[in-house]
């Protein structure tokens, strides 16, 4: 089956303590991109990755990191969180072109 | 840049009432992709439809329909005769040719019974 995973679905952490969010799809997407869902404000892109070892910065990227090592893996890194990265992650992978983004199930995001 | 804009943020209507969700858009390109998902209260993004540039024809799958006007960069979704299940958050978004997807900001549809 088509998909694109996130782990973990629910994360609860302490300020300043570093944590990865995973992201692997198995659809041999060469595009691949993280998204932060905020009430109002839509999904607004962090960082995106056009291919492996091929990585740029979105709307949002302060406070976050990202590696593309391999095709299939795509994981946020949060060196440092904060309270205002408290959100809803998407992580998405896609063709280029006229295709559409498959999306992961999201991350829950809890930063106190 | 580009831009997707959403402006009614909340819309409440009766089962069986049409909705219209409006979605209206920025770009300097030529070529463009125009989707719109999905995302119910469990919370993962449902694909439903995309439009590219130079497919100005409108499109229905049963109850939904899209109407994609270049002229006022305008790509709007149409429920007919709604049902408690439609209520969700729906979300335009608009990707450029080198693959940058911008979302709107979401309307949320509650359909009450």
């Keep these: 089956e088509a998909q694109v995973t996130q782990n973990p679905r629910y994360l609860i952490t302490v300020t300043g303590k570093k944590l990865t969010v995973t992201c692997s799809q198995n659809m041999n997407h060469e595009y691949m991109s993280w998204y932060r869902q905020d009430p109002g404000l839509g999904l607004r892109q962090i960082y995106y990755s056009m291919n492996v070892e091929v990585t740029d910065k979105g709307d949002v990227p302060e406070g976050y990191k990202v590696s593309r090592k391999e095709k299939r893996n795509f994981p946020l890194i949060l060196e440092s969180p904060s309270p205002n990265q408290t959100s809803l992650y998407f992580c998405a992978s896609s063709r280029f072109g006229n295709t559409e983004a498959f999306f992961g199930q999201g991350t829950r995001l809890t930063v106190v | ?113």
Excluded: H
């Design chain 2, 1 to 113: 840049a580009q831009k997707v804009t959403q402006a009614q943020t909340e819309i409440s209507v009766v089962e069986k009432e049409d909705v219209t969700l409006d979605c209206v858009y920025e770009t300097r390109d030529t070529t463009y992709y125009l989707f719109w998902y999905k995302q119910p209260p469990s919370g993962e993004l449902v694909f439903l439809i995309r439009r590219n540039s130079f497919d100005e024809q409108n499109e229905i799958s049963g109850r939904y329909s899209w109407n994609f006007q270049k002229s006022t960069s305008s790509f709007n979704f149409t429920i007919t005769a709604s049902q408690v299940v439609d209520s969700a958050v729906y979300f335009c978004a608009l990707r450029n040719a080198g693959n940058m997807l911008t979302f709107g900001g979401g309307t949320r549809l509650m359909v009450k019974p």
